[in-house]
């Protein structure tokens, strides 16, 4: 069983930063891909950073020169540094893993509970 732990939320003022931190747990192997989604009140949840076990990065055009998302494959964790934050930017924020590789399974999709960034004007 693969289990994804956020941390790292909270409020900041706008033109702030944050770092959001992932880890997977669990026998895992590898895992493909990390990365960070997010759903704002009545919005759909929507990729904000991914990155690749081999370390190629896709972002949202809204968060590129802002946000830089980084992994450390030995720790199964994934990071958002989340800088010159704005109100736009509040949201609910999903930790998510695919293509995971356990001792004895292979899972597609694995999300986070979620964490709460909340950023004043």
């Known amino acids: 069983q693969v289990q994804l732990v956020e941390s790292g939320g909270g409020l900041v003022q706008a033109g702030g930063s944050l770092r959001l931190s992932c880890a997977a747990s669990?026998?895992?192997?590898?895992?493909?891909?990390m990365g960070w989604y997010r759903q704002a009140p009545g919005k759909q949840r929507a990729l904000v950073a991914a990155v690749t076990i081999s370390g190629r990065t896709n972002y949202a055009d809204s968060v590129k020169g802002r946000f830089n998302i980084s992994r450390d494959n030995a720790k199964n964790t994934v990071y958002l540094q989340m800088n010159s934050l704005n109100p736009e930017d509040t949201a609910v924020y999903y930790c998510?893993?695919?293509?995971?590789?356990?001792?004895?399974?292979?899972?597609?999709?694995?999300w986070g509970q979620g964490t709460q960034v909340t950023v004043s004007p």
């Open positions: 669990g026998s895992i192997f590898s895992i493909d891909a």
């Open positions: 998510n893993a695919a293509g995971i590789r356990s001792s004895s399974t292979w899972t597609a999709n694995s």
